[in-house]
């Protein structure tokens, strides 16, 4: 894996650390102790203290990263083939593409393996706060 992409996962992994303590506290401040029997408060925040306002804008803010790196990457790696083939003959090739990493792997998925003691709370994450403009163009 390119290590900006391994370094921008463990930078995630830490905030959302830091972050953890105060919102299962929050949330075990409001929820009821009878799971058959959800409360106002389990009722308004459903998918679990994953949906908490600060842990969303982490996980967007990261999202994000790791499309610009993936477009970066993009952009680094599209170079144009030679017009005349013969002319590379002997020349070491270009280096393959970088690495593509798809964000959801990173703020979600991979965390199973790289931080199990925040995956159970982010695996319950049902959509991506990240919204697309009309080119389509993650936002």
């Known amino acids: 894996m390119d290590p900006r992409y391994a370094e921008t996962r463990d930078r995630y992994v830490a905030e959302l650390r830091g972050l953890m303590p105060d919102i299962l506290d929050w949330w075990a401040n409001g929820a009821s102790d009878n799971p058959d029997a959800p409360n106002d408060f389990e009722k308004r925040w459903p998918a679990g203290p994953v949906a908490h306002p600060r842990i969303l804008e982490v996980v967007r803010r990261y999202f994000l990263l790791v499309d610009a790196l993936n477009t970066e990457n993009r952009v680094d ?10 002319s590379e003959w002997g020349v070491e ?3 393959k593409p970088r690495d593509f990493v798809r964000p959801i792997d990173i703020v979600v998925n991979d965390l199973e393996r790289v931080a ?10 049902v959509f991506v706060p990240v919204g697309e403009d009309p080119d389509g163009e993650p936002n």
């Not at 790696?77 to 013969?86: G, I, N, Q, R, T």
């Not at 199990?116 to 994450?125: K, R, T």
């Open 77 to 86: 790696s599209a170079e144009p083939l030679p017009s005349d083939p013969e």
């Open 93 to 95: 090739p270009p280096p």
């Open 116 to 125: 199990p003691d925040i995956y159970g709370v982010m695996a319950a994450l």
